[in-house]
């Protein structure tokens, strides 16, 4: 317990007092020529490097951090950190020998930082544990190893159909109003209790939007693992794109450290991050500003020529590491808005061809309904399979195939002619299973909840109940099976996979449910 | 059975026929006796007429075949149904009466069934019941006793913000009452002692 | 064929070897020496005034002739070597330049003059004995001839800034307390 009382602040001050050190050294200086849009032009500093933290000090003292971006041959371009209003015409500008970095630890869960890592929450300083290099080089092949567990959202339709596991980047995309926040919002939810440090690192949002987040992950107790990363759309332009860079190097120190503090190796193994980058496409603006006000030359879509190789070393961050590197991995699940539905965009095909997949929402899906509104047809995951529970694997074979050929029949279908038994069966099917996979914001399923469901749709259970009561008849079950045979989903949960036993009391338990499911109409 | 029953029956009739065509097979003795009966007037009254009992013969002979022919096997047909039906009826009735023993025990088992149900159901609810409002008796425990610990961290973090912001603002009277004694109250001979000394004590200018 | 940097940079060399030259034909060490801190102070005016940045630059709507009329006017007090070159500069429309003459010239000071000039910044006037001391400490570090250039900072609060080439030494209260105050306030 804090005690505030004039001995323990006067302890404090001596405490520092002593670890103030007198010594002066020489620094190497430069004066600022110009300064504008975030962006400042320094004189001198033939020694910077690419990427150092520079000290920038106002009128009156005060101390504005800056990384240095552009080393031409009399000037070094910079970008601005912090107040960008406190700096003028030749203020003087130090280099400080070191990158920029962010720090991390375990204090920064349940916080709100900055992209320098400075809590913005008003809840105090930070105990930071260590720190990381914004820009840090991903590790190589060696220190890797294939994805291999599951990194599970709760959202049906994705753990289905579109896996995920540790280590993956899996890339949400859709138009504006489409729910690509919530699919990676519920997905940080749904790591409550499975021992995954989550970031969520907001790029260019309004802070409201942002503030928004914060409460529900905190109404949903998803805070305590959680670490808000925020540069709003009032940040300037280089806060805005080193945001994802500090996240990631938050999220690093986890993945390289092991819980004692020390370097993860195969008996101090690494933690197991989840990251958002929500979204990506901001970033991208911000840097195209950025670049544009340090005179870099405009390339496609007025970005700069290394927009592409920004997003791939990001991304390339995400990773699995080998057993012998502590085993820990950081998932990546950025964001991008797409713009009426382009993928064909700059951006979108730039990160779609980083990613190891993508989940894609539509708007007219949305509007039908169909929420989560993700497009199964055209959303693929080309690793996560790897990682999938055996069980799941199962039942989401026949649901694939389920919904092809609905998808299908339905294209053909719109002709409106004569149907025969099998086709309308197949349309029946295929109506219901489309129906299975809607689900309500911050309702998650367990991984094996989602297998019963998918399980009897699969099973032809589902077809003769209406339509519009698939979703009740899911909830319900799912309390049936947990309230009444739990020892089926205790034996399935057991398993992992789906044996004879198994199936036969599955196909029990479902019939007796049916048998007493009152259909609405 | 049946057939046996047809034969014999068929054996019966044929006797009667036999005994017809004895009597026609014997016309003159017939006659004679009528003739002797007339002469007697006693007898002849019950005998026919010569003259009448030929047509009559050959009339009943006419008619004996045509039944033989055509209306026994009607007769026997009709026999023969009977005979089914009531078999039929009996078997079915007996069938029935199998059945609806089933049916009965059927649905004393299903009763049963029905009891065991209900009475599990309740067990089961109860027991659900019982189950739910622990759980929620639990989680409601969970719940406050996480409220109390992030009302007390908040109040920790709040603490420590105070102490931070306390401790700031200490510091700045500090330096600002330290500068304003510095600037105002040191004699320049006072100033040049500490830039000799800061100059001896700082770095070289080639020094990284 | 040299690209358009290098042509920059032989441009920047030879108005500041002509500075360098001109200023010592005309008044020795001292006078270069003075160029020199005349040359700093332009620097810092052109760049925080707006107005004469502007209005020297080579988009603006002044003529040559104009644009060298108003360094002359403006600045009147200046040494007439450096004032010249400056017209010269601005005429030719070379003015962006001159943060770079300015880095030539004090290169080239060292070179041929041997001399580095070094900026102290402090609250009261040195005496002799402080003088010499600096002198002393500086000469050893830089290896040249050294020239103190004395300005009197009151803000500073107290103790000595000094730099040179680039680098700077800064012992003065004022960043010192800052440092304090920022050690003070982590926790």
């Not at chain 1, 001596?14 to 600022?32: A, F, H, I, P, Y």
């Not at chain 2, 046996?4 to 006797?15: N, W």
């Amino acid at each position: 317990m804090t005690e505030i009382t004039a001995q323990s602040i006067d302890e404090l001050l001596r405490k520092q007092l002593d670890s103030l050190s007198t010594s002066v050294e020489s620094r190497e200086t430069g004066s600022v020529i110009q300064v504008g849009d975030g962006i400042a032009r320094v004189d001198g500093l033939k020694n910077a490097m690419a990427g150092e933290l520079l000290e920038f000090v106002g009128k009156d003292g005060t101390v504005v951090y800056g990384m240095a971006q552009n080393l031409e041959e009399d000037e070094v371009g910079a970008v601005l950190l912090g107040d960008v209003t406190a700096i003028k015409e030749n203020d003087h500008v130090r280099t400080t020998g070191r990158l920029v970095e962010v720090p991390s630890g375990r204090g920064m869960l349940g916080r709100v930082v900055n992209p320098l890592g400075i809590p913005i929450d008003g809840k105090g300083p930070i105990k930071a544990e260590g720190s990381r290099p914004v820009e840090f080089k991903a590790p190589g092949v060696i220190y890797r190893k294939p994805v291999d567990e599951p990194m599970q959202t709760g959202i049906l339709a994705v753990d289905a159909m579109i896996p995920i596991g540790r280590g993956q980047r899996e890339l949400i995309i859709g138009d504006r109003q489409t729910g690509k926040t919530a699919i990676a919002i519920d997905a940080i939810m749904n790591q409550k209790g499975k021992d995954m440090i989550c970031i969520y690192v907001a790029v260019g949002q309004k802070a409201s939007t942002v503030a928004g987040v914060v409460e529900m992950l905190e109404n949903y107790g998803a805070m305590d693992y959680t670490i808000v990363v925020n540069a709003s759309a009032s940040d300037s332009a280089p806060l805005q794109y080193i945001a994802p860079m500090a996240g990631a190097a938050i999220g690093e120190y986890f993945v390289y450290t092991g819980e004692n503090g020390e370097k993860a190796g195969p008996d101090n193994p690494g933690r197991a991050v989840l990251i958002v980058y929500d979204d990506l496409s901001k970033q991208a603006v911000a840097y195209r500003q950025m670049s544009l006000t340090l005179r870099r030359p405009p390339g496609r879509e007025a970005y700069p020529g290394d927009i592409f190789y920004l997003h791939s070393r990001l991304l390339e961050r995400a990773v699995k590491m080998s057993d012998e590197m502590g085993g820990g991995s950081m998932t990546a699940l950025p964001i991008i808005e797409t713009q009426a539905g382009d993928v064909s965009a700059y951006i979108p095909t730039n990160v779609i061809s980083i990613t190891d997949g993508q989940i894609y929402l539509q708007t007219d899906l949305f509007f039908q309904g169909q929420r989560p509104a993700v497009d199964v047809g055209i959303s693929v995951s080309r690793v996560g399979g790897s990682a999938q529970v055996k069980a799941m694997k199962q039942v989401a074979g026949t649901l694939k195939l389920d919904l092809a050929a609905y998808r299908e029949l339905k294209a053909f279908t719109q002709f409106g002619s004569d149907l025969d038994k099998a086709t309308q069966d197949q349309l029946n099917r295929g109506a219901h299973m489309t129906e299975l996979l809607i689900q309500k914001r911050y309702s998650m399923m367990p991984v094996m909840d989602q297998v019963v469901a998918i399980y009897s749709g699969g099973h032809g259970f589902l077809d003769s109940i209406p339509v519009e009561d698939v979703v009740r008849f899911r909830t319900e079950l799912i309390d049936y099976m947990h309230a009444s045979k739990p020892e089926v989903m205790a034996a399935l949960e057991k398993e992992r996979k789906l044996t004879g036993d198994i199936e036969k009391d599955l196909d029990a338990a479902i019939e007796a449910f049916k048998n007493q499911f009152a259909t609405s109409a | 059975m049946m057939k046996k029953r047809a034969k014999k029956a068929s054996a019966r009739i044929g006797v009667l026929a036999g005994a017809a065509g004895a009597v026609a097979a014997f016309p003159t003795l017939a006659f004679a006796e009528q003739a002797e009966a007339e002469a007697s007037s006693g007898i002849s009254v019950i005998l026919p007429h010569m003259v009448e009992f030929i047509p009559m013969l050959v009339a009943f002979i006419v008619l004996a075949i045509i039944l033989w022919k055509f209306g026994w096997p009607m007769f026997e047909g009709m026999l023969v149904k009977r005979e089914q039906t009531i078999k039929n009826d009996l078997e079915k009735a007996e069938r029935d009466r199998i059945e609806s023993e089933r049916v009965l025990s059927d649905y004393k088992r299903q009763l049963d069934d029905a009891k065991n149900q209900a009475a599990q159901i309740v067990a089961d609810a109860k027991q659900t019941g019982e189950g739910v409002r622990a759980d929620l008796a639990a989680k409601a425990k969970v719940e406050s006793a996480a409220m109390i610990e992030k009302a007390h961290a908040t109040i920790e973090a709040d603490k420590k913000t105070a102490v931070a912001e306390l401790q700031a603002s200490v510091a700045d009277t500090a330096v600002a009452v330290a500068s304003r004694i510095i600037g105002q109250d040191l004699s320049d001979d006072e100033h040049r002692a500490i830039i000799a000394r800061y100059v001896s004590e700082a770095g070289s200018f080639n020094a990284n | 064929m040299p690209t358009k940097r290098e042509l920059a940079r032989e441009t920047v060399a030879t108005y500041a070897s002509f500075l360098v030259d001109g200023a010592n034909e005309a008044g020795g060490q001292q006078c270069a020496v003075d160029v020199r801190n005349q040359l700093a102070n332009i620097l810092r005016i052109s760049r925080s005034n707006l107005d004469l940045a502007t209005a020297l630059t080579e988009e603006s709507a002044y003529t040559p002739e104009q644009k060298g009329e108003i360094v002359r006017n403006v600045f009147v007090d200046a040494n007439p070597v450096l004032k010249e070159v400056l017209a010269v500069m601005a005429e030719r429309g070379d003015y962006a330049l001159l943060s770079r003459v300015w880095a030539s010239y004090t290169e080239q000071l060292e070179k041929k003059l041997n001399v580095t000039v070094v900026d102290v910044t402090t609250v009261v006037p040195l005496d002799d004995a402080l003088r010499e001391q600096i002198i002393n400490k500086t000469k050893a570090d830089l290896g040249t001839d050294v020239v103190l250039n004395e300005k009197i900072d009151k803000s500073i609060i107290g103790g000595i800034v000094m730099s040179a080439n680039g680098r700077r030494i800064d012992a003065s209260v004022a960043s010192q307390l800052e440092h304090a105050r920022n050690v003070l306030k982590e926790s």
